[in-house]
């Protein structure tokens, strides 16, 4: 008796366990991809960062070296073309706006030249507001 429920039971069980196992497999096939994906677009923003940082420290030793020649937007354009440069495959992947990539490139000129000069900008503006700083 026992023989015939486990021939009748056995081959269920074995079905159940590959369809279980399929499902883990085919959940895992779906969410690798994805976490490789969000791994390459990290990696793109990273080098993007990056080449903006260096576009950036390229014109402010352009400006240390000759001020009269680096103007604002002379600047930001310089920088823009050292990243569009370095960077092609992230910028394709990222498609930034050429605005968007302006405003990121000025908020990092004006950090690196607020850091040379020794100013802070929050301080200004808590002091602004009326706190006490």
Partial sequence: MI??????????IVDLLLTLILAIIAWLMRKLPERWRLDI??????????????????????MQKHPTIAAPDMAIGTVLDYVERSVPDALRRLAPSRAHLEDMARAKLQQQVD????????????????APV
Avoid: W
């Avoid at 023989?3 to 269920?12: A, G, K, L, R, S």
């Avoid at 677009?41 to 576009?55: C, F, N, S, V, W």
């Fill in 41 to 62: 677009e990290a990696r793109h923003r990273e080098a993007l960062h990056k080449a903006l940082d260096t576009g950036i420290g390229l014109v402010i030793d352009t």
């Fill in 115 to 130: 850091a040379i000069m020794g100013r802070d900008r929050l301080a200004e503006a808590l002091k602004r507001a009326g």
């Fill in 3 to 12: 023989d015939i429920i486990q021939n009748i039971v056995q081959p269920i």
